[in-house]
């Protein structure tokens, strides 16, 4: 059974940084381009970022691009999503999922718990 489990969320300062990990089965990263999703305060969840199953191909949502990057390492079975000059707006709870289709969305029924980023202006 596909378990992913996410962490490294937490509380910042606007500006500031952190780094989200996503652990993942041999299955799920060997057969799946994998992203990650956030569901801000009051919202519904939305797509943020991917990456393809090699790693060689990634898309960002526009609100995103050039301040998080999304990496994986497929021999630690992980994704990670590195966010830097974080701004109150990107309040929220993030999920990762393997991930299709354009737009992307998220292939498991089954979502996580996922982590959760605060910031604070």
């Known amino acids: 059974q596909v378990q992913l489990v996410e962490s490294g969320g937490g509380l910042v300062q606007a500006g500031g940084s952190l780094r989200l990990s996503c652990a993942a089965s041999?299955?799920?990263?060997?057969?799946?381009?994998m992203g990650w999703f956030r569901r801000p305060p009051g919202k519904e969840r939305e797509f943020v970022a991917r990456?393809?199953?090699?790693?060689?191909?990634?898309d960002y949502v526009d609100s995103v691009k050039g301040r998080f990057t999304i990496s994986r390492d497929n021999g630690q079975n992980t994704v990670y999503l590195q966010m830097n000059s974080l701004k109150p707006e990107d309040t929220a709870v993030y999920y990762c999922?393997?991930?299709?289709?354009?737009?992307?969305?998220?292939?498991?029924?089954?979502w996580g718990q996922g982590t959760q980023v605060t910031v604070s202006s």
């Open positions: 999922n393997a991930v299709a289709g354009s737009p992307p969305f998220g292939i498991f029924n089954s």
């Open positions: 041999e299955r799920t990263v060997s057969s799946y381009g």
């Open positions: 990456i393809s199953r090699s790693g060689s191909n990634t």
